[in-house]
Each structure stands twice: as structure tokens, then as C-alpha cells.
């Protein structure tokens, strides 16, 4: 395949299918030939003839003028299964489906070198921000001490519209939704799965190692009170939502999602709004930082679009870490300071802090913040998922 | 040449030189072999055994068992000829020399072609920020608004030393030099030479364009004083020295070297000291800010580092923009705000303002805020320069 004869088959025609259709469109340098675009609702009113749309999958994946596969649809199901087919009928793949990506992770690499396919996702994980490339590329043998991202724009945006408004979480969900920076279900987004998902992909990329989100502790903002807030704000905090992963000795790394509050002269403080950020501590770059916007058609579409340039210049993924001998060993065995912010005194117990350094109770509410293990954490998430819990890595005793 | 076989001859062993030294050493996934270090002076000590070094360039260029320059040395003109022999010779060429690639670009350029050879050099611009790979890579076919970059450490250093200390031009220099991060004659940095040659390579990368340094207008900090900062402070400035490049119309771009006032919600009103930062403004990518270590040898040498991994993996840059429809043309027309600290009239009249926002005089010091056409300011050049002016785009009217 070359530039000349990209002929692309798309499937979703949603707010990201939309947005790489007018980037392809404005596009001067590069033109790409979408043949075909599949969707799901035959009756949904479209911008574009009916006749370019299809509603059967096959049209498109056993059509051989077809060469570069791109999958923006919702469901991780249905997308892994176009994804795989398209790689066994030998055509290329670009998707943006963290979701799909990181419950697959293996089998997907593997199949892209059992069937010589090119699979990219730049897309997938900090959106327009070219991190994946980034690991790929420019850190590959470097020591990465971490990396870690404000990777989700919907909380986000939830976390900057209470900061800077004071309205409460319910509140400013809703404003979220009504700009298009949240789903009607916003579970994924705001219980932490999608910060965990792009997580699991950024780290295969990083550190050469799959991890299974099931192995990876996770903790959301659906919980987080005007109080929180206030505390953040008394202390000269922002609170965000960050994915961690990081080395915790030599042949060990760790990796978690935590609401973490920042201080005004970090990076991630003016990471607001569906704006995302990702900073890198490596031994001798020294810390990087990149900030872009994390949502929206265009942002993301942008980012599908330099997946599918690069892929007409036959550009691949080659996951040069995982191949390299010391691979490191994913654990749960780390030490972390959190603030807790709880109502029921027996859930509280729940967390039997090695070291207590602050407690607080009034009639309103009553926090702790104290250090434990991680795997601490890892073990009652069952018993604390749902309670009036919010957790909050303070940052302030570890490095992560 | 794969990475099994990568043989190094290295040119130069000052701080980049041993920083990337380091980094090799340090490296577990990707070991490369550096053959020999050819340096100048016999007579310096050195931390290596003197059997690693050699004073004879052609030992290394006509050593057909080395495939891999890394040219690290000061002066461009050695530079040059080491690495166009280099290349004639048909050996892959990693460089830094920011000077010397500006100069002889589009004749870099070809040489990679006519010899078939791959030519890297991301630390020449940026340092540790993967800009130039990300321009390639990733902004391809983007409809790139602007590129605008902290580039030079040592100016940035100066900069934020008088900001924070209070110390002026002359203090805040000396500081930098003690601490190794301006040269003994910083002629070079100071006066923004460095900051145009890293913004003529980035122009090359961003729109396509070869842009002979002499027909860029650049204008250092030498002449900055204490009333300047207190002006920027007064105003809740920051001032930092940006190279922009940018389009003024479909078809055109212009580009300028300048120091800038810089408000405190801005990315790069934090990037202080030796960081440097890159924001990119693109149609659908929206903003991006790039943030990381713009000088020092582990910084720099990790750069270098990771063009001599993406070597190994055969990756070249493709030089895409240069081969697309529409390069645009590069132009002086377009309007700035600037704001000119004076102290003698006739000088300040050279500028000829079409209009002036703002005038002010005491027995100290005088300044004028006002529009121009950036034409003006570049045919006035030679009769500013050395003059008691300092001038600083306002960043207020205009988008640059």
C-alpha cells in the first residue's frame, strides 16, 4: 500500500467518524479515499448520501479494494471482532477503542505480526496528545522512572467546572453532557475505567508489559463531595484524575488511577477542562510534559488521521520493549499517602492505615489521610466500590 | 545496517558528547558500540583510556567497519565537513549542530538523497523535545497555524534569574555561565542567533520551507534591563525570547525571533530556567504544548540517543511537507505590537509606528508601544542593532 491507493473503509459515522471526515476534507497534502462507511441505524438522518454508507460489515471487510480498516464504532465487542477480521483478511487497522484495546492487548499484537498488519491507536489514549509515538519512539531504551496523564477529559472537565464554579458534582456532569464532554451513562468516564484502559495501553508502550486491567486498582470522582474540593482549595490544590505507572525498584513497576491533588506550580495544574496532559520523568531526559486536548471530534479525529498518514508511509508499532530482556514485573506491593474523605466510620476501618498523619471530623464530614499499600487498596476495593468514599493520592510522601 | 551491527564513531567529547556517553552506558535495552572519539586537543585529560580517542578525522570517516556518525562538536564548519564526507561515504549521520544544519539545509537534504543515507538531529532544536520527530510524524498534512518555541536554555536561564532574583543583565549572565549554561562568549545565544537557526530547522520540518537565517528578522535579550522585567511584572508578564513561525494567509508563513511578554495563564509563562517549551496551533489538533530540558549534556545527549536508536531501526525523516502541492511562501508582511525600551529619540524614531498605543517617559527610561510591519523592523536592523533598544512583542493585538 502506498499513498496513492489508500482506499479506507470506516465504520461509526459518530462524533469522531464526523470529526476525521472534516480533517480529511480540509486537508491539502493528503488525500484519502473513503469507500465505505458502516454504521449501525439506517434510519439516522446522515450529512452525507445514503450511498455512501453500508449497514453490512462485509461489504466492507471482504471488499479487496479496501486496504486500511477504521474502527471509531462504540462497542468493544462488535469492534474487536471487525478489528480482527479486518487483520485476518490481511488489511490494515487504525482504531481508536481504548476500551477494546486494552482488554485485548496481547492478542492483538500478536495478530498484527502473525498477519504482517499494520494496527495503530494513537487516538486512544490522550487523544490528539502523540504519546504512543512518543513511547514508541523517542523513549524507547530510555529510564523511564514514570509516566502519568490527566487522560480522562470528561472528569476533567467535572473536576475543573466544580473547581472554578463551586457547583456541586451533579451539577456540573450535567454541563459536561451538555457540551458533549460526557456520555448520558458516564460510568466508564467517571468511575476511572477509561483513565485505567488508556492506562494498560500507554504501559505496554512504556514498559513493554500487558497488564490486565482486572490486575490494575482504580478509583473514580463519581463520590467526590464540595468538600474535597474545599480541601484542595484550603491547601492551594487542584484535584485530577491521574493514571500512574511507574518503576518501584529496578525490575518492578506499578500502576494505578487516583483522583491526586496538584499544587499550583506542577504541570498538571493548568491542565483544565477536556484538556489532557502526560508527563514523563526519564533519567536523563528529565521530566517532559504534553498537554492537548483530550476530547472532542476534531482533536480525536486529528489524531486518526496522522494514524492513517502514517500508516500510507507504512509506519508500524514495534513494541520494541517488549522484545528487549528485562521486561519488568508488574506489582501492587507500593506505598502511597491518600486522603479520605468518608462518612460511615466502619468503612473507614476498612483501610487500617500503616501511619495516620491527618484526621479530621466535624458534623459535615470527616476525612483521614494516612499511608498504606497499595495492595492494601487493591484487596477492599470491592468493599469500598459504592460506599460515600472519595480517595485522593495526596502526593505529597511518594514520588508518584 | 541493523541494530546488531550499529558501529559509532563519535566527533567530539564536550558535554553533549560525554552526557550521551552516559546515556549509552546506562542503557539495558540497546547496547551500540562507539569505535572511536575523535577530539581536538591531544593535550586534555580525558575520563576514557586515550586508546578511544584518535586526532584524525578521516581514522573514523574512512573506517568502513563505522556506520554511524554522531557529530558533536562546536564549530560548523569542521562540523559540516565531517558530516558531508560522512554522508558521501554512505554512512548514517546523527548531529546537534543547530548552526551548522541551518546553514547548509536544503543542501543537507539533498545529500541524504543523493547518497541514500539517513541524517537525524532532533537534539539540534528543543533539546530533549521530541519536536522535530513530532512535525514529521504527526502534524503531516495538518493544517498547522503556528509553531511557536522556547528554544534557547540560556536566555531562558538569564530571563528567569532577573525575574525571580531581581539581579540584572549582567549578574544573571554570569550566573548562567558559572553554572554551564551559557558559553564565555554567549554572543551567540544572547543575541538570538541560536534561537533562529533551531527555528529555521523547525520551518523546514513544519511547513516545508528552507529558510535562509539572514532573511529572518531576530532580536536577542543583551540589552534588556530592570525596567523591562518591571514593566513585564507590573503587567503580570513574564517575558521569555519566542522563535514563532506562522501562517498570515493560506499561502504565506512568517517567522521572527523576539522576546515576548508572556501572561501568567499561558503554557509558557512556567517553562523557566534551562526548560524550553513548543506549542503548536493546528486546525483540528487545536493547541499543543511541548515541555522538557533544553540544555544540558544528559538532556541533549538523550536526544541524541534516541536518533541513534531510530537510526538503527532504519527510520528517516521523509521530508514530507517539501514534497507536498502547496509549500507556502515565506513573507515579511504582517503586522506586530512591540513594545521598544529607548533611550535615545532618534533612534526610537527608526521604528515609524503606524500606530502607538502607548508612550512613556522619566529621566530613566523611555518606552513606546506600537504597531509596525515586521518588513520594517527587519530593514531597520542594522541601524538598531547595538543601540540601547530592547524590544518586546506584546503578543497583545496579534495572534503571533
Redesign the interface.
Known amino acids: 500500500m502506498t499513498r496513492d491507493n489508500l482506499k479506507i473503509g470506516l465504520f461509526g459515522y459518530g462524533c469522531v467518524g464526523q ?1 476525521l471526515h ?2 480529511l476534507n ?5 488525500k484519502a479515499d473513503i469507500v465505505k462507511i458502516c454504521v449501525k441505524n439506517p434510519g439516522k438522518p446522515r450529512r452525507l448520501p445514503m450511498s455512501s454508507f453500508t449497514y453490512d460489515k462485509y461489504e466492507i471487510l471482504d471488499d479487496p479494494s479496501i486496504n486500511l480498516i477504521v474502527e471509531l464504532i462504540n462497542d468493544a465487542d462488535d469492534a474487536f471482532d471487525i478489528v480482527a477480521t479486518a487483520m485476518k483478511n490481511g488489511k490494515n487497522v487504525v482504531s481508536a477503542n481504548k476500551l477494546m484495546i486494552a482488554t485485548h492487548f496481547r492478542e492483538l499484537v500478536d495478530m498484527q505480526k502473525r498477519y504482517n498488519v499494520s494496527f495503530l491507536y ?1 487516538a486512544s489514549a490522550g487523544a ?3 504519546i504512543i ?2 513511547l514508541e ?7 523511564l522512572y514514570s509516566l502519568r496523564g490527566i487522560l480522562n477529559g470528561t472528569t476533567n472537565y467535572i473536576l475543573t467546572s466544580m473547581y472554578n464554579k463551586g457547583t456541586n458534582y451533579e451539577s456540573a456532569l450535567a454541563e459536561a453532557q451538555q457540551k458533549g464532554f460526557a456520555e448520558i451513562d458516564p460510568t466508564l468516564d467517571v468511575e476511572g475505567w477509561d483513565a485505567k484502559y488508556k492506562l494498560c495501553i500507554l504501559t505496554g508502550h512504556a514498559y513493554g508489559v500487558f497488564l490486565d486491567p482486572a490486575d490494575v486498582f482504580h478509583h473514580g470522582i463519581k463520590t467526590i463531595t464540595k468538600h474535597d474540593i474545599q480541601y484542595a482549595r484550603e491547601k492551594g490544590y487542584k484535584i485530577k484524575l491521574v493514571s500512574y505507572v511507574g518503576k518501584t525498584d529496578e525490575n518492578h513497576i506499578t500502576a494505578f488511577v487516583l483522583p491526586r491533588f496538584i499544587a499550583a ?1 506542577k ?1 498538571f495544574y ?1 491542565v483544565d477542562y477536556e484538556y489532557n496532559g502526560v508527563i514523563a520523568e ?12 483530550g476530547a ?1 471530534g ?2 480525536t ?3 486518526v ?2 494514524d492513517i ?2 500508516n500510507s ?1 507504512g ?1 508500524r508499532y ?1 513494541y ?2 517488549m522484545r ?3 521486561v519488568p514485573e508488574y506489582t501492587l506491593d507500593h506505598k502511597i499517602e491518600v486522603y479520605v474523605r468518608y462518612s460511615d466510620d466502619k468503612t473507614a476501618d476498612l483501610f487500617n492505615f500503616e501511619d495516620v498523619s491527618e484526621c479530621f471530623r466535624s458534623k459535615e464530614y470527616k476525612y483521614i489521610v494516612g499511608t498504606l499499600n497499595l495492595k492494601k487498596l487493591f484487596d477492599i476495593k470491592e468493599l469500598i466500590f459504592d460506599r460515600d468514599i472519595f480517595i485522593v493520592n495526596t502526593g505529597r510522601k511518594f514520588t508518584d
Chains 1, 2 share one sequence.
Do not use: C, M, T, W
Open positions: 470529526g472534516d480533517v480540509s486537508s491539502k497534502g493528503f494513537e490528539s496528545i502523540p509515538r512518543n519512539e523517542y523513549y524507547d531504551n530510555e529510564l506550580d504541570n493548568n526519564a533519567a536523563f531526559a528529565d521530566r517532559q510534559f504534553f498537554y492537548g486536548k472532542g476534531h482533536a479525529g486529528s489524531a488521521f496522522s498518514s502514517a508511509y509506519y514495534e520494541k520493549k528487549q530482556e528485562l
